[in-house]
């Protein structure tokens, strides 16, 4: 996850690994860049059934699928 206080220049504030499948909040507190951010971004590095190590291989049905369903970020607004 990236913040930026102005979506030009980005922070990593956290390099973190979500579990897959995950149907309930999972916390991820910042380690940098907490402060004065205007912009979050975060990015998917490989789909859910490649994670969890259910594909066959990457061509199967469905392996190739990536998925956000949510995100919710918490702070003081500025």
Request: hydrophobic share 35%; net charge negative; charged share 10%.
């Amino acid at each position: 996850m990236e913040t930026s206080p102005d979506g030009t220049t980005w922070t990593v504030a956290r390099a973190a690994r979500s579990p897959n499948g995950t149907v309930t909040a999972t916390p991820v507190p910042l380690t940098a860049g907490a402060t004065g951010v205007q912009y979050v971004r975060y990015t998917i590095l490989t789909s859910q059934g490649q994670n969890a190590g259910i594909c066959p291989s990457p061509t199967a049905s469905g392996c190739l699928f990536i998925d956000s369903t949510e995100l919710s970020v918490y702070g003081a607004a500025h």
